[in-house]
């Protein structure tokens, strides 16, 4: 039931901005941190930001102050904005949150399909 469905990936020059987001539909309680992953052509992926419920941020090394995460809580959305991107910056993007859906159970991660963001020189 529950889905999360990312949008606003594509194609930008250096330098330039897009912004992710992501929506976590079907039978939800409770939304605890939402995180945003990538992943590159042969390399693992990984964490690029993440946001507590409460709005507590954590970021990459590589995205600090180009990258902002933000969530809305009453819309079940969480966003990445991308400044000054970079080709490196090229990869898969996935939507992570890690949901209950039911009152008292545990949180368990669920993932969207993925966006792919292509930073051209």
């Known amino acids: 039931q529950v889905q999360l469905v990312e949008s606003g990936g594509g194609l930008v020059q250096a330098v330039g901005s897009l912004r992710l987001s992501c929506t976590a539909t079907?039978?939800?309680?409770?939304?605890?941190?939402m995180n945003w992953y990538r992943q590159a052509p042969g390399k693992q992926r990984e964490l690029v930001a993440a946001?507590?419920?409460?709005?507590?941020?954590n970021y990459a090394d590589s995205v600090k102050c180009r990258f902002t995460i933000s969530r809305d809580n009453a819309k079940s959305t969480v966003y990445l904005q991308m400044n000054s991107l970079k080709p490196e910056d090229t990869a898969v993007y996935y939507c992570?949150?890690?949901?209950?859906?039911?009152?008292?159970?545990?949180?368990?991660?669920?993932w969207g399909q993925g966006t792919q963001v292509t930073v051209s020189s």
């Open positions: 992570n949150a890690d949901i209950a859906t039911r009152r008292l159970t545990l949180f368990y991660a669920y």
């Open positions: 079907g039978t939800i309680f409770n939304i605890n941190v």
């Open positions: 946001i507590t419920s409460g709005g507590s941020t």
